[in-house]
């Protein structure tokens, strides 16, 4: 069982408003992911870390913004949401040595009014 | 350009039966390919996991192989439950670059009827 964890799960916001998605992990991973999923669609990564003070943007340009302050914790905010932006947010982490397993949270699902 | 495609999009089957999802791939170079279950409003969690010399990889009821020549790989399921209802989603790594890249494809949606 994987032990990362995003809120919230379901988000329903009016255009214009600052959001921040929470993702944490209990694992002690180094590389955290967020990936953008629309229905049917495959995963798009929009932003990932390696660690603490490391953050990189992904393939999908993305109007968000993310912060990695400490290991467990990666956070990606939105600072005007539009009706664009509504889609699932997925967070995962990665870490040991080898080939790295994918851990993914369970997801917040945003709409964007 | 590197792609993963699945086949097929989507797929009903009822309980007990076996079935065989597919993907291509034109990842180069090839690292690895694993395939993933993501439940309806959950994130995707591993099934296996396999590398350029390995032939197959099971987990369960649940069995991968892969050609790496014809860049092709399956996944079967024996004895489907109404639980396997899920997306399946392959996914292709590569080893072009630091980040170890990931290419996913749009899943098949399987369901199992009763």
């Known amino acids: 069982e994987a032990d990362i964890y995003q809120t919230p799960r379901y988000l329903v916001i009016g255009t214009g408003k600052k959001i921040t998605l929470e993702c944490s992990q209990t694992?002690?991973?180094?590389?955290m992911y967020w990936y953008q999923q629309d229905p049917g669609m495959e995963l798009h990564l929009i932003h990932y870390?390696?660690?603490?003070?490391?953050?990189e943007k992904g393939d999908l340009s993305s109007e968000s913004t993310v912060s990695r302050i400490r290991t467990e914790h990666f956070p990606l905010t939105l600072e005007s949401a539009r009706p664009s932006h509504t889609s699932q947010y997925l967070c995962?982490?990665?870490?040991?040595?080898?080939?790295?397993?994918?851990?993914f949270g369970s997801g917040t699902q945003l709409s964007v009014l | 350009k590197n792609q993963v495609e699945q086949s097929p999009q989507s797929l009903i089957i009822l309980e007990g039966k076996n079935c065989t999802l597919q993907?291509?791939?034109?990842?180069?170079?090839?690292?690895?390919l694993r395939w993933y279950k993501q439940d309806t409003g959950r994130g995707p969690v591993s099934l296996t996991i396999?590398?350029?010399?390995?032939n197959t990889k099971s987990n369960g009821r649940y069995t991968a192989t892969l050609d790496a020549d014809t860049k092709q790989s399956s996944l079967h399921i024996t004895a489907s439950q109404l639980s396997d209802s899920a997306s399946y989603i392959c996914?292709?790594?590569?080893?072009?670059?630091?980040?170890?890249?990931?290419?996913f494809g749009r899943g098949t949606q399987l369901t199992v009827w009763p």
């Open positions: 995962a982490s990665s870490g040991g040595q080898g080939l790295e397993k994918l851990f």
């Open positions: 694992m002690g991973h180094d590389k």
């Open positions: 870390s390696y660690g603490v003070n490391s953050t």
């Open positions: 993907c291509n791939y034109t990842v180069s170079p090839f690292s690895n």
């Open positions: 396999m590398t350029f010399s390995e």
């Open positions: 996914v292709v790594g590569d080893r072009g670059s630091t980040l170890g890249r990931l290419y």
